[in-house]
């Protein structure tokens, strides 16, 4: 798992709580109204969503950028692809 | 014989329009709301569109709707699920002694999991006092729970002051709104609330649909685990014909607000002024701040039991006490955090109004009710004073 610090966001979704699968429901839905090129931030205390949220990047084409850990949740990080 | 129903805070009568709107759900449009084919999509469709009308009566947006399945429901959801999303940040709470058992019984749910719960008392009116409030927030308070306004007494509480005052100190603040909503205006914007509970059965909508309004972005941990319903904050298959109807009442209860209150309040006004002639017998809760068709009363020497019954044989029904004090007999703890003597609260009664009372039914409770106490009172052993005492200190009365 690659882990990351200080990436900027364009937009941020919390989902904190939020019971799977919504992780994967709010990111395709999120990342439909991205440009190309901008960032998504989905926080989420899931933490299935470390194998799922990399898995749905790679078989969509954007890029996973990776996950920072907060003490009661996660932050992950998905860059729009161009396809 | 013909039925006087005056417990509508126990529940309302389901009104035609919203059962006719609820039937096609039983019928064809059966489907599941997950379903991604067409049974499934109206079904969904006709939940959305409830969850807009449901917002639109308190001014949220239909995202911050969650519906489930009743009151108690929505009260256990807000205490729980918010004392422990915020328990890193503190692990009190503050609850007022006016909620219903399902707001209370959640607290002793968390006095038992860790955390602390201080009961805010209430003056002779039921009132919450906001400097009280503001007294017993410590370091660790993350949520304060007080009713919008209790079903036994009808007083409405100061919500918009203790929010302000929880404000100060990024409390939350929840309020059970079930017996408030779709009777009086309730503005979670005004209000300033972060969660309010609401039940569909007590606007003429359905029993088995109600909500939690929670405001955007507002952590909550489920009480439900499941699926994605509810945007995966509440699990379970939708009870759709309910929930439509709950959108229905609430479109209509929107639409009538101001039409029900001026039917109301000159009727519960009658009843008051009536029964404040009638000796030894107490307005419990707000004379003016309190719901448009409550009126309750403590009556000196008799039972409330006993008045319900009587009452009962002449088609009049009416509770004493909160449903559950009622079933159990025993004194309201809502009654007797108002500081109103156990005797005395043992002789409470509601009468609660609803839109499907005629005039001549108040007309006919004016007359009655009264007739009722005096029989009881001639049969009371305590009718003719508490003072008297045999040795062994037991009241009976004089001889």
């Known amino acids: 798992m690659k882990f990351v610090d200080n990436v900027k966001p364009d937009v941020t979704t919390d989902i904190v709580y939020m019971m799977c699968p919504m992780h994967l429901l709010k990111l395709e839905e999120q990342m439909k109204e991205l440009e190309a090129g901008q960032i998504l931030e989905i926080m989420t205390d899931y933490d299935g969503a470390f194998e799922d949220i990399p898995a749905w990047c790679s078989k969509t084409g954007n890029e996973f950028l990776g996950v920072q850990e907060s003490p009661d949740f996660f932050k992950f990080y998905i860059k729009k692809g161009t396809r | 014989m013909k039925k006087y129903y005056f417990d509508h805070v126990a529940t309302n009568p389901l009104h035609p329009v919203v059962l006719e709107s609820m039937m096609p759900f039983f019928r064809e449009e059966f489907g599941n709301p997950l379903s991604v084919y067409e049974y499934g999509m109206n079904a969904k469709n006709a939940i959305e569109s409830a969850r807009g009308q449901v917002a639109a009566l308190i001014h949220a947006k239909p995202a911050e709707i969650i519906f489930t399945a009743s009151g108690a429901e929505a009260n256990n959801f807000a205490l729980r699920g918010i004392a422990l999303a915020r328990q ?288 009881l009172r001639e049969i009371s052993p305590y009718a003719q004073g508490w003072g008297d005492k045999e040795e062994g200190g037991s009241c009976t009365a004089k001889k």
């Open chain 2, 88 to 375: 890193n940040e503190g692990k009190h709470v503050l609850v007022s002694r006016m909620e219903h058992h399902s707001v209370l019984n959640a607290a002793r749910f968390l006095e038992k999991s860790g955390f602390t719960v201080t009961y805010l008392p209430v003056d002779k009116q039921g009132f919450v006092d906001p400097d009280t409030v503001k007294k017993m927030i410590t370091k660790e308070t993350t949520l304060i729970s007080v009713t919008h306004a209790s079903s036994e007494v009808g007083t409405i509480e100061p919500i918009r002051e203790i929010v302000k005052v929880a404000k100060e100190h990024n409390i939350m603040v929840h309020t059970d709104a079930v017996a408030t909503t779709g009777n009086i205006p309730v503005d979670v914007m005004d209000l300033g609330i972060d969660l309010l509970s609401m039940a569909a059965h007590q606007f003429y909508g359905p029993k088995g649909a109600a909500a939690l309004y929670v405001k955007q972005g507002t952590r909550i941990v489920p009480l439900i685990y499941g699926g994605i319903q509810e945007s995966g904050r509440r699990a379970g298959t939708e009870n759709v014909p309910a929930i439509v109807g709950m959108g229905k009442a609430a479109e209509m209860a929107a639409a009538e607000l101001q039409a029900r209150i001026d039917y109301l309040m000159p009727l519960r006004d009658r009843l008051i002024d009536t029964m404040a002639n009638v000796e030894r017998v107490y307005l419990t809760g707000d004379r003016h701040k309190r719901l448009p068709g409550h009126a309750s009363f403590c009556v000196e020497y008799i039972e409330g039991e006993a008045m319900l019954l009587l009452l009962a044989a002449k088609g009049i029904l009416s509770a004493s006490g909160s449903a559950c004090s009622s079933k159990a007999l025993k004194a309201s703890p809502v009654l007797l955090s108002m500081g109103i003597p156990s005797g005395l609260a043992q002789g409470s009664i509601v009468f609660s109004l609803g839109m499907d009372n005629t005039p001549e039914d108040i007309g006919y409770l004016m007359t009655e009710f009264p007739a009722v106490i005096k029989r």
